[in-house]
């Protein structure tokens, strides 16, 4: 779940930090704003925003915190092998749009192709494995596709509610017909950009559940994710848009590793609703705080942090193509994406692999 009130709190701390780094002199201010580091020739390694040095020297900046009391709640993890992914694309999607989602999807494991390049995201997903149940499982490494559906009718209409989506996956399992996956299977709903959904832009970006049997007859894993690309790309597809309260303090938006900030930003919101799917499908697994129905999540805790150097508004050290695309992982096929950190419960911290420290 991906609740908007962390997000404003992440641009409160920012422009603190940022009025406290005004006060240091204009060469230090200088060497702060822009550091590159060249690491290859396709590439060059950046953070278009520094925070001062004395927040960026500690290893363990990114998001750590004694006060997190990240616990396990006894219930499953998804260890069966492999985790079954069911698409569902609600509206209308062009191809382009599906093969790049899609090809993000396959580049979590290595089944079937060769790996990417590290940092890859093959390689994020370790920091999701690490998660086990009480008998030692640990989330799976294996996922895979296995099946879609398209709804191109809007068979429920053009604005979602968190009921009514569990109505749309109802139809997809009767009608794909997808199986009935207690065991392995994520149910993934990806509606287009014409479509609305309860609170989105406002609240969420993407949330996940489980279905209720009196809805679609079964217990079943899910996961919803929007295409902000017309409604809200400052929100939801941040930092390829930035909101217009930021005006000319922050960082400017970034550019799209695959051109497109609605999609590129939908992917970052997939990876983190697939994470906590993963360690906590059922609400009862890994969470921290007391309150099962809010409960913040191993991809909340690191909401905005990309790379080394990030907290407090600050995305961390990422990387810039020749085109000046952003990105901090490799997937499958010569694809980059940028999609935020994991906390993970080896570091107490958030984590990703292309971390510098």
């Known amino acids: 779940m991906s609740p908007l009130s962390s997000f404003f709190v992440l641009f409160s701390f920012f422009f603190l930090l940022l009025s406290a780094s005004l006060s240091s002199s204009s060469s230090n201010a200088h060497e702060e704003k822009v550091q590159t580091l060249s690491t290859s020739p396709q590439y060059s390694t950046f953070n278009p925003k520094l925070p001062p040095k004395t927040l960026s020297s500690s290893k363990k900046f990114e998001g750590s915190s004694d006060l ?45 192709h060769r790996a990417a390049p590290s940092p890859s995201v093959s390689d994020w997903w370790r920091t999701v494995s690490l998660y086990a149940d ?15 559906h398209s709804d191109l009718g809007y068979s429920h209409g053009t604005h979602l509610t968190r009921l009514s989506v569990q109505q749309v996956i109802a ?24 479509v609305t959904m309860q609170d989105f832009c406002r609240a969420v970006c993407g949330f996940h559940y489980f279905t209720f049997p009196s809805m679609v007859g079964y217990t079943l894993p899910y996961a919803w994710i929007g295409n902000s690309g017309k409604q809200c790309p400052e929100v939801c597809a941040y930092p ?15 550019s799209p590793p695959n051109n497109d900030a609605g999609v590129d930003g939908m992917i970052s919101v997939i990876g983190h609703e697939l994470a906590e799917l993963a360690s906590n499908p059922l609400v009862n697994a890994w969470y921290a705080g007391e309150d099962p129905t809010a409960p913040t999540e191993i991809g909340d805790l690191c909401e905005g942090l990309y790379g080394t150097g990030g907290g407090g508004g600050y995305i ?28 993970s419960p080896v570091l107490k911290a958030c984590a990703g692999p292309n971390a510098l420290d």
């Open 134 to 148: 009480q008998t030692g499982a640990n989330v799976s490494r294996s996922v895979v596709i296995a099946g879609e």
């Open 68 to 112: 997190v009391n990240l616990r396990y709640h006894m219930g499953p993890v998804l260890s069966s092998s492999p985790i079954n992914i069911y698409l569902i694309w609600y509206g209308k999607w062009t191809q382009p749009h599906q093969l790049l989602i899609k090809d993000f999807l396959l580049s979590i494991s290595t089944i079937n």
């Open 316 to 343: 961390g050290q990422v990387m810039r193509d020749k085109e000046g695309r952003t990105f901090n992982l490799n997937g499958r096929r010569g694809r980059k994406f940028l999609v935020q950190w994991i906390w």
């Open 171 to 194: 139809t997809a399992v009767r009608s794909a017909p997808f199986p009935v996956d207690h065991r392995n299977g994520i149910y993934l709903i990806l509606t287009s950009e014409d």
């Open 240 to 254: 390829f848009a930035v909101p217009g309260y930021m005006g000319g303090g922050g960082p400017g938006a970034l």
